[in-house]
């Protein structure tokens, strides 16, 4: 017994050392949080600001010209200028997938590679990356601190150039070989459009969205993508894109005595890089990446372990087949139900879907009353989302020529739904989760496949729900782990 209690003894004070640094750390923890979301916050509030971008604006080259001289003076300060090649991405949809399989090769091959992408799904560090890597939150803190000091003053200044500005310090000090930059909105004025000399260009998919920025037609929109293209640089896009829009990158490569790979798109292309491609645009993206690699001398490998969440992204939960798809315009939208058509042959397809207020609701309604076999309309907590009321609003519209030459028996929740002077609004905001969750409980999985589309906001948001619910449908890598706090808007 003596010996029990000497021993026990001994080891006290230890033990006690050991609770009180287990203590002082979740302290730190906590203060790191703490600080974590005030710079957020900081950095997230001019996003409410007017559009950075504008093809119409009468100041948009003067403020283009401000912001570039600003990323270009950064930029060539850097280690980065002249030892780091830069691939630029723009495009409608597939940006994102593309600068998954182009990086995965670069990380594969021995590379060091930055990559800055938007918008993010769970974290806004997904939006800074080195070698899959996210930005660590005392990096994000003390760089957001100091981003937002330098650029704070630029009245053209938003969420997004602090973003990219803090992306290029940082990948300046882990002295990356490459920098992956995916344009934000359009290209020819957009923030990211400051290297003059990169080693590819790569245009993909173009299609109809944010026409009040770039345009109403696909030519109008390629326009505003052909301005990454720059002099004797080299220039990647799909052989399916439009006719005329293939047009427009052939008259801008002219201009800038640049080079315009029109690349093949095909699943045969792609037997060698195993890959399994359920969609045309994986396709159109695997293809292009592939001939982007190829003109980098870099070998194209680790493709076998593609993954690129709410794109086209199946979980099973709940027993039923869930499919997160981030599809935020018209064509896209018909894409990914088409595809779902194909894939699950014979079953329901019921929709959740939830759009933002800088979206063509329209064109989208119109091609998922065509594809869907039931229709519940969402809405987000994120600041941009319209409520359902807003979405019911423009059903009707297109009701009247759709729903009579279909044979689908599309639903709605109008039994959620009530007439009040003449305007549709809904008795109680039900959430997203709510709205999975009475989809989940309310249908057959053997029978349906339940699809959740309208923005990358809504599928995230469908996304934390389920890890939520099931936290062992999730890696302890994925993303959806490290949400960061809500932020007041």
Same mark, same amino acid.
């Given at each position: ?35 974590? $979301?005030?710079?957020?916050? &900081?950095?997230?509030?001019?996003? &409410? ?22 990323? =270009? ?17 723009? /495009?409608?949809?597939?940006?994102? *997938? ?5 990086? *995965?090769?670069?990380? /594969? %091959? ?25 930005? $660590? ?11 937002? !000091? ?15 500005? #803090? ?15 995916? =344009? /934000? ?7 990211? %459009? ?8 790569? @245009? ?22 052909? /301005? @990454? ?59 292009? =990446?592939? $001939? ?7 070998? *194209? ?38 595809? #779902? ?7 329901? @397809? ?29 809405? =987000? ?18 009701? !009247? ?40 409980? %309310? ?6 496949? @339940? ?39």
């Amino acid at each position: 017994m003596r010996l029990r209690v000497l021993f026990f003894g001994y080891f006290t004070p230890v033990l006690v050392l050991i609770q009180f640094s287990m203590s002082v750390y979740g302290l730190v923890t906590r203060a790191m949080e703490k600080e974590y $979301a005030n710079v957020l916050g &900081k950095l997230f509030k001019p996003a &409410k600001l007017a559009p950075r971008h504008s093809v119409s604006a009468p100041t948009v080259s003067e403020l283009f010209s401000s912001r570039k001289k600003v990323f =270009s003076d950064l930029y060539s300060k850097t280690s980065l200028c002249g030892s780091c090649s830069v691939v630029h991405v723009a /495009g409608t949809k597939g940006k994102g *997938s593309a600068v998954e399989y182009i990086s *995965s090769s670069l990380i /594969g %091959n021995g590379n060091s590679v930055g990559i800055f992408t938007s918008p993010h799904m769970h974290t806004a560090r997904e939006r800074v990356k080195v070698n899959r890597e996210l930005i $660590a939150h005392s990096d994000m803190i003390r760089l957001g601190n100091e981003v937002l !000091a330098e650029l704070s003053p630029q009245p053209w200044v938003v969420f997004f150039d602090l973003l990219l500005a #803090l992306a290029v310090r940082y990948f300046n000090e882990k002295n990356v070989q490459y920098m992956i930059l995916e =344009s /934000g909105i359009g290209g020819r004025y957009d923030t990211t %459009n400051f290297v003059d000399n990169p080693a590819a260009c790569v @245009i993909t998919s173009i299609s109809l969205d944010h026409q009040a920025l770039l345009g109403d037609t696909v030519e109008e929109i390629a326009y505003q993508k052909a /301005g @990454i293209i720059k002099p004797k640089s080299h220039v990647f896009t799909p052989a399916s894109q439009v006719p005329t829009v293939l047009d427009v990158f052939r008259k801008e490569c002219l201009l800038q005595d640049a080079t315009l790979h029109v690349v093949p798109v095909g699943r045969e292309y792609l037997v060698t890089e195993g890959v399994h491609c359920t969609t045309e645009v994986q396709v159109e993206n695997a293809c292009l =990446s592939r $001939a982007v690699l190829k003109h980098l001398n870099v070998e *194209s490998r680790g493709w076998e372990k593609f993954y690129w969440p709410c794109r086209m992204e199946r979980l099973q939960y709940a027993g039923h087949t869930v499919v997160l798809d981030g599809c935020h315009n018209g064509d896209s939208m018909e894409r990914f139900l088409k595809g #779902l058509r194909t894939t699950y042959e014979g079953k329901r @397809i019921v929709v959740l879907f939830g759009a933002g207020h800088d979206k063509c609701l329209t064109d989208m309604i119109d091609r998922l009353f065509v594809h869907a076999d039931q229709v519940l309309m969402v809405q =987000s907590k994120h600041f941009r989302a319209h409520s359902e009321a807003e979405l019911l609003q423009c059903v009707p519209q297109v009701r !009247a020529h759709i729903l009579d030459a279909t044979v689908h028996n599309v639903q709605t929740q109008e039994a959620d739904v009530k007439e009040e002077n003449g305007a549709v609004s809904v008795p109680r905001r039900h959430s997203l989760g709510e709205r999975l969750q009475h989809a989940v409980e %309310n249908n057959d999985p053997k029978e349906v496949v @339940i699809a959740v589309c309208g923005s990358l906001f809504v599928a995230a948001e469908a996304r934390e729900h389920i890890f939520s619910q099931d936290p062992s449908l999730f890696s302890e890598t994925d993303w959806v782990r490290q949400c960061d706090p809500d932020i007041p808007m």
